[in-house]
């Protein structure tokens, strides 16, 4: 039997529906909910794009870093503020220097920076879904953006 592929799972929960996933995700039971799965990623690459997100947007040098959720799973992070703000930044960010369409910039910067196993057009579906995610986190209801990656 073949041990199953990693992938990181990025959604919006509350702290507590997180941990729950987490769980759910950590046992290897947990079915699609809509979340985003990357396939072939860890949470290091997800960092990486947030470092890109952060330049594309003029905002580098914040804090993009994962952090760890809670001691009952090592495999659940949260994504900094700073990098949710770039991320829903990177949907609406027109630039004076003419450099382009962020998204599309940030998507082939990543495949060229990292060793992913999907190309250029693939990862800009992944960036632009990920920055609709961002987008979609509602502070006034205690969301925050999660990152699952298994090992």
Request: hydrophobic share 40%; glycine share 6%; net charge negative.
């Amino acid at each position: 039997m073949t041990a199953p592929s990693p992938f990181a799972e990025i959604f919006v929960s509350t702290h507590a529906d997180a941990l729950s996933r987490a769980s759910q995700l950590d046992s290897g039971d947990a079915e699609d909910t809509g979340g985003l799965r990357i396939p072939g990623v860890s949470d290091y690459e997800i960092e990486q794009l947030g470092s890109l997100v952060g330049t594309a947007v003029h905002a580098p040098g914040a804090d993009y870093e994962l952090t760890m959720v809670d001691v009952s799973s090592d495999s659940l992070l949260a994504v900094p503020s700073t990098m949710v703000r770039a991320l829903a930044d990177l949907l609406v960010y027109e630039s004076e220097e003419g450099e382009g369409n962020a998204v599309e910039r940030v998507a082939a910067a990543w495949v060229d920076q990292e060793d992913l196993p999907f190309d250029a057009r693939e990862a800009y579906d992944y960036v632009e879904q990920l920055a609709k995610l961002a987008a979609d986190v509602d502070d006034s209801n205690r969301q925050e953006l999660f990152v699952w990656a298994s090992s």
